[in-house]
Nanobody, 124 residues
Framework: EVQLVESGGGQVQTGGSLRLSCVAS????????IGWFRQAPGKEREGVGS????????YYADSVKGRFTISSDGVGKTVYLRMDNLKPEDTAIYFC?????????????????WGQGTQVTVST
């Protein structure tokens, strides 16, 4: 059974940093692409970025490019989302999701397994 569990959320001030983790079980990350998404209250889900397990290729949405970094642990179990220079508009529940394919991007239709999410709150 494919399972994804996010952790690392919390509350920070504007300009602060957080690192989220996504631990995978039931499959090998090397055969998948992991995407990060977020959803703020009253807004649609937004793709943040992705990392392909096969070669580590990453993709970032324009809204986070240069501030967020996605990486993996190299052994196919954990993917990280490092968030720097956080802004109040980054406040959302953050989800990781798995696509059983090599993809580059955050089309949610590609991702078939989802975690429960972790809350990130950025205060002014």
């Amino acid at each position: 059974e494919v399972q994804l569990v996010e952790s690392g959320g919390g509350q920070v001030q504007t300009g602060g940093s957080l690192r989220l983790s996504c631990v995978a079980s039931g499959f090998g990350l090397l055969d998948y692409t992991i995407g990060w998404f977020r959803q703020a209250p009253g807004k649609e889900r937004e793709g943040v970025g992705s990392i392909a397990g096969r070669d580590g290729r990453t993709y970032y949405a324009d809204s986070v490019k240069g501030r967020f970094t996605i990486s993996s642990d190299g052994v196919g179990k954990t993917v990280y989302l490092r968030m720097d220079n956080l802004k109040p508009e980054d406040t959302a529940i953050y989800f990781c999701a798995a696509a059983r394919a090599y993809v580059v991007g955050v089309n949610p239709d590609w991702y078939t397994s989802w975690g429960q999410g972790t809350q990130v709150t950025v205060s002014t």
